[in-house]
Nanobody, 124 residues
């Protein structure tokens, strides 16, 4: 059974940093792209960043480039999202997701597996 388990969320102040983790298990992910999405109350799920299992390809939402960094540790089957200079508008539930291949990686409906999400709240 495939599992994606997020951790690392919490309540922080504006300007702080957080690192989210996504531990993957239950299958071989070598042909998969792993991504982070977020969803704020009343809004649609939004692409944040993605990375191929090999790490050769990374992609970011344009609005988040320079503040967020996605990385991987294949030995631990874990992906990370380093979030710096957090703003109140970054408040959302952050989800880890996995899809086969590298096409259309910003489209949430095309992802095969999802984690349960972790809440990030940034106070002003």
């Amino acid at each position: 059974q495939v599992q994606l388990v997020e951790s690392g969320g919490g309540l922080v102040q504006a300007g702080d940093s957080l690192r989210l983790s996504c531990a993957a298990s239950g299958r071989t992910f070598t042909s998969y792209t792993m991504a982070w999405f977020r969803q704020a109350p009343g809004k649609e799920r939004e692409f944040v960043a993605a990375i191929t299992w090999s790490g050769e390809i990374t992609s970011y939402a344009n609005s988040l480039k320079g503040r967020f960094t996605i990385s991987r540790d294949n030995a631990k089957n874990t992906r990370y999202l380093q979030m710096n200079s957090l703003k109140p508008e970054d408040t959302a539930v952050y989800y880890c997701a996995a899809k086969l291949g590298v096409a259309s990686i910003t489209v949430p409906d095309l992802y095969d597996y999802w984690g349960q999400g972790t809440q990030v709240t940034v106070s002003s």
